[in-house]
């Protein structure tokens, strides 16, 4: 329902942009592959308009984002630096110990071993 309201409200506007980025370089078709009509592109303006919003759609709403360890930690090691890193495992630690899953003395070993 989303894409067909999209796709008759919105997508006409692809039109609009390519004619006016058209003009804007002053030529007259993106192409000569259909005689009279432009080229593939002139026909196809409308579509890339709804391509892009179909795959925004897609990924905002319907996909699955399989998050798992591995995935979570290499994103930590790219984007964060080592300092930011070691602060991250002092609070994991200390969740763990708060809620019980570390005992003290593991805790303690830890912590002091990151200090």
Do not use: W
């Not at 009279?36 to 196809?44: K, L, P, S």
């Not at 998050?67 to 495992?89: A, C, F, R, Y």
């Amino acid at each position: 329902m989303i894409v067909s309201m999209f796709a008759s409200l919105i997508a006409p506007f692809g039109g609009f942009f390519a004619s006016g980025l058209k003009r804007a370089f002053k030529i007259k078709d993106f192409g000569h592959t259909i005689p009279g009509h432009g080229g593939i592109t002139d026909r196809m303006d409308c579509q890339f308009l709804m391509g892009s919003f179909s795959y925004l759609y897609y990924e905002t709403f319907i996909s699955t984002h399989n998050v798992n360890v591995g995935n979570m930690l290499q994103s930590i090691i790219v984007n964060l630096e080592p300092q930011e890193i070691i602060i991250l495992v002092q609070s994991l630690v200390t969740y763990l110990y708060k809620i019980g899953t570390i005992d003290e003395a593991a805790f303690q070993k830890i912590t002091s071993s990151l200090a």
